[in-house]
């Protein structure tokens, strides 16, 4: 890569930057505005308990989240996230249950879940298939993998060491979280404060002209849809730990809450777009809303349009906010 193209790269970086920040900032007033609102309402929800346990039950879709975060900010989507949490639940299970090392279990797991996005990689890649459609095929064959392994019933897998990943206290505060927190800061390390990480966010904006500055586009989409398959499997690993089972529906359905915190957390399917923050932040929001209606006795159908009324004037309000200013 040349000078005036890495300048121009650069600048182009930071540009996306400052759009991103300030996107982030009217994430967060949201976020303040209906945590305050909820706390207003119910003593139950601003408790230590009722608050530290929404943040364990968010921890292994918030890793998954993040995978994916990079991927769609490099310009691709994966849809099979889903199966591959229920596959990596049900495959550790099986490991366990064959008289393998837990430790042996996990690594082959993990392998599966490095594979999984290879495959995803290679066929997006390689052989061009647009990406929701290349992980759309995927999720059906994982989902049929599952099922086949399992005939569709529960694996037990009561193991102190997986248990301790999912169910474990580092004093007060549940170990998933502190998981969670390490993920979360060394991906929003890496996207904001590395080569690779300028890389990804100008490949995202524009292929081509990443191509031409000498970036090799093919190899970092690669690379981030074998992360975020193995995010994937690494949330496949803490919900078998919390339940203690692996079965295939782990994961099901997963994807569409998933996405859906990605995108309110400002990332967009173009690519481009997006941090690792305002994740985490989107996260909280729709944990938030589904938390407080809960406590609230309103009605899960109600949530559900509430949720997806959320998104759809999140979106908008960003796609307006882009064509004014980038």
Known sequence: MNETSEKNLASLHEEKKKFTFSSTIILLIAFVALFTAF???????????NILSMLKNLAFISITAVGLTVTMVGGEVDISIGSNIGLSSV?????????LNIWICIALTLLAGLLIGAA????????RINSIIATLGMMAILQGISFTLTGGKSIL?????LGYFGRGMVGKVPFPIIVTAVIFIIFAFILNYT??????????SNPKVSYLSGIPVKKVKFILLVICGLMATVSGLMVASMSAVGMPQHGMGMELAIISSVILGGAALTGGRGSVVGTLIGI???????NGLTILNVSFFYVEIIRGALLIFIVAAYEIRTRKKV
């Open 39 to 49: 706390s207003l309402a119910s003593k139950d929800f601003f408790s230590f308990s």
């Open 91 to 99: 495959l550790v299970a099986m490991f366990y249950n064959m008289g």
């Open 284 to 290: 909280l929001i729709i944990s938030v809303i589904y």
């Open 157 to 161: 897998i009561m193991e102190d060491v």
């Open 120 to 127: 995803n990689g290679i066929i997006i890649t390689v052989f």
């Open 195 to 204: 080569k690779f990480g300028r890389f990804i966010q100008v490949v995202g």
